[in-house]
């Protein structure tokens, strides 16, 4: 494991202003229609583009209706404001990290928010666990669950656009993900209010961000945020902000697809600012392969002159150990690192 030499979170903030110095946005409606048609291949440029510079962009015209955004919002906001011991019912232990929970660790530091996880029904193949859900609220779940749909087939979209953009066939991937993904859900409440100021518990009275720096773990992320700016990404010494945009999906890409593309793809180093003025919202869906899945550097981007780097990673072992935040500090988060040849 290495150590950090520089504090990434004392590194400055970019001061951006033109549009080149921010990430792109995206309209992928072509895509949407027909991923392998010339008309598509414009955004899939764009795409490969992002994901070698910024690792993040954002997408317009995504196929998430309005309507569906509005509920999910609403619903989002409902469960936060529950009653504290509605939210205490239905809180996540060490043996099921689905359902709510205020005291999330990345990078072993304690973030300002508060946090509902969960995944497809069922039994999930990692933990064997299934989710909790507030009682006596089934909008709640039906939304989430309809929600949870729709990202799913956006990110098999982009699953799409990432392997036309490694010049692979557009499904190629598709097995690892279509019927058996890990993907889930989380819902994000970033406070004004540090909610365990007052613990007395030691390390636990200081939350100095929203998330600390951190990359996700799976394949690719897409991300709601509300009007309420935060994310930032951090490239070439300086923090960059994620702009707000209405009616626009953040994407990013994590690190299972960096071992894939072989490091042509970065797995981008991102944070959130904890909340001073105004209170933030944001949804992540984290779309995951399959518990079973080897992750190892594709076909296409490895040859004599660039050997593949990494041993394969079983997917379901990683995300077991990483837990994509964790309930506690239970060791050193496994890191891609660990698997360099
Ligand atoms: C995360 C994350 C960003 C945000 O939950 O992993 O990076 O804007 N969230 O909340
Ligand atoms: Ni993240």
Not at 52 to 77: K, L, P
Not at 242 to 253: D, M, R, S
Not at 296 to 325: A, C, K, M, T
Request: include cysteine; glycine fraction near 6%; charge should be negative.
């Amino acid at each position: 494991m290495q150590t950090e030499t520089i504090d990434l979170d004392k590194q400055p903030v970019a001061e951006q202003s033109s549009s080149i110095d921010s990430v792109p946005v995206i309209d992928i409606s072509e895509l949407l229609i027909d991923s392998s048609a010339a008309a598509s291949a414009n955004a899939i440029d764009q795409i490969a583009q992002a994901c070698q510079t910024w690792g993040f962009f954002q997408v317009i015209n995504h196929g998430i209706s309005n309507d569906q955004i509005a509920d999910v919002w609403r619903e989002t906001h409902a469960l936060f404001a529950l009653p504290a011991e509605e939210k205490q019912s239905i809180l996540r232990s060490k043996d099921n990290p689905w359902g709510f929970y205020d005291n999330e660790l990345t990078k072993n530091q304690r973030d300002k928010k508060e946090v509902f996880d969960f995944t497809r029904e069922g039994v999930d193949p990692i933990y064997g666990q299934t989710n909790r859900w507030p009682q006596n609220h089934p909008a709640f779940k039906t939304t989430m669950m309809a929600y949870q749909d729709s990202c799913t087939r956006l990110s098999l979209k982009l699953l799409e656009g990432f392997c036309l953009g490694l010049d692979l066939p557009a499904d190629f991937m598709r097995q690892d993900f279509a019927d058996n993904h890990t993907g889930f859900v989380r819902l994000n409440y970033y406070p004004t209010k540090d909610p365990l100021a007052e613990s007395s518990i030691e390390h636990q009275a200081i939350a100095d961000l929203g998330i600390h720096h951190h990359t996700d773990a799976g394949a690719l992320t897409v991300l709601l945020q509300d009007e309420v700016s935060g994310l930032q990404v951090y490239r070439d010494g300086y923090w960059y902000d994620i702009p707000t945009i209405e009616g626009a999906i953040v994407i990013n890409t994590g690190d299972m697809m960096q071992v894939w593309s072989n490091d042509i793809y970065n797995a981008p180093i991102h944070r959130v600012l904890a909340m001073e003025a105004r209170e933030r919202y944001s949804i992540p869906f984290f779309f995951n392969p399959a518990a079973s899945c080897t992750v190892s550097p594709l076909p296409s981007v490895i040859d004599e002159q660039n050997p593949s780097r990494y041993h394969g990673i079983e997917w379901g072992s990683f995300r077991g150990q990483r837990s994509d935040g964790d309930f506690a500090d239970y060791g050193t988060e496994v890191q891609i690192s660990q698997y360099r040849k």
